[in-house]
DNA sequence: CCTATAGTTCGATTGTTGTCGAACTATTGG
DNA sequence: CCAATAGTTCGACAACAATCGAACTATAGG
């Protein structure tokens, strides 16, 4: 229940953000989070667990490429993307086209 | 001597791109070939030992990032930019801003 | 041919990361 | 209050990646 705390714009590292991408499994949640706008952990659980799911999640949101807002019971994720377009321009749209 | 196969552009793989891109290391590698146009080796190695280079090397020439170039006893690396911007358009530009 | 130079290959070690089950916490609904 | 739901945390293990010294290969120059 406690908020997370997400990084700043401002020291978002790029080797971080890179690192976070190359994971099949987070790019595929970067993916989906990118057409379905918002979602829920359960969303995007494929077939993995959830300990795996929750540090994909955790991984991400370090590095500053999701925000996950926290109603009720539920952790709802999405994009930062204009955070990120901001940081590292045409970064995240290059890597959109690609998956 | 015998001359490295490079993979073929259609083959490039977004993964496998993010994660040689996804290391401080390999990254100023990048920004000096940006820079430099085409370098050896010894040009870019600074402190480290030849035998962690070659590696990074070898990394950055399977992702299709770097193309190397033998001439004599010298390798010459490249960014292998125009592929790159074909396959994956604005990730190389973006990548190479951020650093 | 001998030596220097440029880089690779090998092998060992260490550190990091992904995976997953099990136990835990927090919220909601009955 | 009890149970269901949503997700985290912990701990263990396995797979992978970085690092580096030492030995190796190949070319060029004297």
Redesign the pocket.
Known sequence: ?PAYDHPDLTTLDIVSVL?AL??P??LDIVKRLHSMGEA????L?GK????????????LRESGIVH?RI??????NSLRRQELDERFPGLMAAVLAAI
């Open positions: 229940m690192r190359a994971d499994v987070r829920n952990c359960a969303a659980v993995r667990p959830k300990s795996s799911m929750s540090h994909h999640f955790q991984v996950t109603e009720g019971v539920q952790h709802h």
